[in-house]
Every structure is written in structure tokens, then in C-alpha cells.
């Protein structure tokens, strides 16, 4: 790969992690803070609008480079300061403009590909969820811990709080559906057998009086 090729490549990289945080904050609002549930489908329009945004931001990049460009074109005297170009800056910018509208145009075929975009939803997810789960560990670690041991309760306990909200609350109420699920089934298993234990009772007691009365 050249350096043009390169240098589009590596903004890709960035613009996609840029969106790649944008689904992940809001996979986090949605359906943790918000209680709501993942739908692919929402999510893969918000990291679509994400990249589309990151797009624009290129091209007007691009646009910004190439009217400095033009500016800087036939100038020969001293720069007065770190964006003040001259001539011989031309064809960096010219290289940096064709940069920026590689990475956007990179970025909007990205967002008319659907692997591409359950990708990065996915990867959101998993961000997401490690987010949660980290946070989780921070409280557990400090549940048993009395105030007066730990020098830093007050500062971190907006942190703690924060944790405390930070919960998979789908996966929780799932579990509990699934473990009163199984209680009533093991309740009804009683229920059969001691049904069929009442009934061999009952059979054994009928079975022994006749066997009295024919005596």
C-alpha cells in the first residue's frame, strides 16, 4: 500500500472506532439505563448515522484543505504560524484533501454494506457489555467493604452508584422467568408424585381389607 492508501486506511480505522463508541453509548442508554431491549435493526441505523457523520466530517475537511490550498498557492514568504501555508505546502494539502475523501467515500460504502454494520453493532455490543461487566466487578469487589475502611467511599460513590445501574437488567429478569419456570415444574412433579404415592395407598389399604374380610 502507498502512503495516500495508507493514511485512508488508518482515518477509516479512527472514524470507525469514533462510531463504534456512538453505538455503544447509546446500546448502553437504550437498553440498560432505559430498560429497553437490543434490536439489531435500531442499532444498525444508528451505526449507519454514525458513519455518515464521520463522512461529512471528512468532506468537509477535504473542502477545508482545498480552499487552503488555493490560499496557500503562490505565497513565498514566511509562515506566521502553524496554518499560515505556503507554496510549497500546495502539494501536501493537495495529498491531504485526496485523503479525506477517500476515508469518505470508504465510509459511505461501508454504510450500504450490512455485514460491515451488524459488524461494527456487534463489536459495539460486545464494548458495551464489557463496560457493564467491568463495572460490575469494580462493586462486587467493594460490597463488603464498611465506609469507614475504604479512604476514598465518598469520592467513588457516585461511581458506585453509576455501577449499581450498570446492569444487564434483560439477563436478570430472563433468569428469574427461567428459575420460576423451573420451581413450577418441580412443583408439579411433587404434585404427580404424591398424587401416584396417595394412589398406591390407597390401592394397597383397599387390597388388605379385602384380603381381611375374606378371611
Keep these: 500500500m502507498g502512503r495516500t492508501a495508507d493514511a485512508i486506511a488508518e482515518g477509516v480505522a479512527i472514524a470507525t472506532a469514533a462510531a463504534r463508541l456512538t ?15 437490543f434490536e439489531l435493526d435500531q442499532y444498525r441505523e444508528v451505526a449507519r448515522s454514525a ?16 480552499t487552503l490550498r488555493k490560499r496557500a498557492k503562490g505565497r513565498h514568504s514566511d509562515p506566521h504560524g502553524t496554518h499560515d501555508y505556503r507554496d510549497r505546502d500546495v502539494r501536501n494539502l493537495r495529498r491531504r484533501a485526496k485523503q479525506s475523501t477517500g476515508v469518505a ?14 459488524e461494527l453493532v456487534e463489536e459495539a455490543r460486545s464494548a458495551a457489555w464489557a463496560d457493564v461487566r467491568g463495572n460490575l466487578d469494580r462493586r462486587l469487589r467493594v460490597e463488603g467493604m464498611r465506609p469507614d475502611q475504604d479512604p476514598d467511599y465518598d469520592r467513588m460513590r457516585e461511581a458506585r452508584m453509576q455501577a449499581l445501574k450498570l446492569v444487564d437488567l434483560q439477563a436478570l429478569s430472563s433468569e428469574q422467568r427461567a428459575r420460576r419456570k423451573r420451581e413450577k415444574a418441580a412443583e408439579k412433579a411433587s404434585e404427580k408424585l404424591s398424587e401416584r404415592t396417595a394412589g398406591k395407598s390407597g390401592r394397597g389399604a383397599r387390597c388388605e381389607a379385602r384380603q381381611a374380610g375374606g378371611s
Excluded at 109 to 115: F, L, Q, Y
Design 105 to 118: 467515500e470508504r465510509l459511505r460504502k461501508m454504510t450500504e454494506d450490512p455485514e460491515a454494520l451488524d
Design 23 to 37: 453505538v455503544r453509548n447509546q446500546i448502553l442508554v437504550g437498553t440498560i439505563a432505559g430498560g429497553g431491549t
Design 51 to 66: 458513519l455518515l457523520a464521520m463522512a461529512r466530517e471528512s468532506d468537509e475537511a477535504a473542502e477545508n484543505l482545498a
